[in-house]
T-cell receptor, first 114, second 118 residues
């Protein structure tokens, strides 16, 4: 059984650019959640996708957007990058969207905005 | 809104000894889930243990166990027989039941860095 994978592992962008991060969910999982983890902090919830639709959103501006595909893989897009967007971006998949479902995490994408 | 607090930025323990990491949370909900995740230098969050609030029995997973005090809103993690591989950041997290107000998200503490001394 393949776990959650993310690409790329590292990325360097400049302020104002756009970035796309990718996540492949674990086999059998239909729900993907995205988190932003700034250095030295706990993760912050960005949004969740369930069966290709956004299912919940944290306190992030609209320039953070996402997609989920029929195979349940997902993309996180960030437009007009700001310096504060530098962080580790974590993707987690789960077999359902309920609170009882454990989320399984990928290794993350480290984004540096210069 | 729910909050999770980890008051110990860093803890150290001698190999083979026992260590307890603290976590408190604030919520007005009566049913919810609590988790401990481990994040080693490889960055990947790994589930250590989970607790359903409606269960009075404390969860255990091999050397890891929790002390869940619902009235006190406390959820501490005890690691017995500490091993070098236990060195990592440990995060406590909260999640509402479906229909709660947390949008299915995990709400995280700031983490505790655990150092294992050989």
């Amino acid at each position: 059984e393949t776990g959650v994978t993310q690409s790329p592992t590292h990325l360097i962008k400049t302020r104002g650019q756009q970035v796309t991060l990718r996540c492949s969910s674990q086999s059998g999982h239909n729900t993907v959640s995205w988190y932003q983890q700034a250095l030295g902090q706990g993760p912050q919830f960005i949004f969740q996708y369930y069966r290709e639709e956004e299912n919940g959103r944290g306190n992030f501006p609209p320039r953070f957007s996402g997609l989920q595909f029929p195979n349940y893989s997902s993309e996180l897009n960030v437009n007009a990058l700001e310096l504060d967007d530098s962080a580790l971006y974590l993707c987690a998949s789960s077999p359902g969207r309920g609170g009882q479902e454990t989320q399984y995490f990928g290794p993350g994408t480290r984004l540096l905005v210069l | 809104a729910q909050t999770v607090t980890q008051s110990q930025p860093e803890m150290s323990v001698q190999e083979a000894e026992t260590v307890t990491l603290s976590c408190t949370y604030d919520t007005s909900e009566s049913d919810y889930y609590l988790f401990w995740y481990k994040q080693p230098p490889s960055r990947q969050m790994i589930l250590v243990i989970r607790q359903e609030a409606y269960k009075q029995q404390n969860a255990t997973e091999n050397r890891f166990s929790v002390n869940f005090q619902k009235a006190a809103k406390s959820f501490s993690l005890k690691i017995s027989d500490s091993q070098l591989g236990d060195a990592a950041m440990y995060f406590c997290a909260y999640r509402s039941l479906p229909g709660g107000d947390s949008n299915y998200q995990l709400i995280w503490g700031a983490g505790t860095k655990l150092i294992i001394k050989p």
